[in-house]
Nanobody, 123 residues
């Protein structure tokens, strides 16, 4: 069982940066692949980034590649999403998720979800 809590969202101007954190409880975090997803009002939940259990492999949606960086610190049971050069289209609720399989871009494969944190980018 894994419980996830996101933080770090907020209001930022276009071009600015934010760092999201996802703190996990439970021993299985260290063996779980993790992902970030986002959902804008009236839209489906979209894949943002994923990372394997030890951080050696990372994956990004084309829309965030080169601007966002996913990382994790297993000693702290925490995953991060560094978001730079933010755009208005990045505005969404951001969710972290954990999967007992390998990193995937499809939300259906993730077993555990956080409650989400709002990111608003003003233009």
């Amino acid at each position: 069982q894994v419980q996830l809590v996101e933080s770090g969202g907020g209001l930022v101007q276009a071009g600015g940066s934010l760092r999201l954190s996802c703190v996990a409880s439970g021993r299985t975090f260290r063996s779980s692949a993790m992902g970030w997803f986002r959902q804008a009002p009236g839209k489906e939940r979209d894949f943002v980034a994923a990372i394997n259990w030890n951080g050696a492999s990372t994956y990004y949606a084309d829309s965030v590649k080169g601007r966002f960086t996913i990382s994790r610190d297993n000693a702290k049971n925490t995953m991060y999403l560094q978001m730079n050069s933010l755009k208005s289209e990045d505005t969404a609720v951001y969710y972290c998720a954990a999967t007992t399989t390998f990193p995937r871009s499809a939300a259906q494969f993730y077993n555990y979800w956080g409650q989400g944190t709002q990111v608003t980018v003003s233009s």
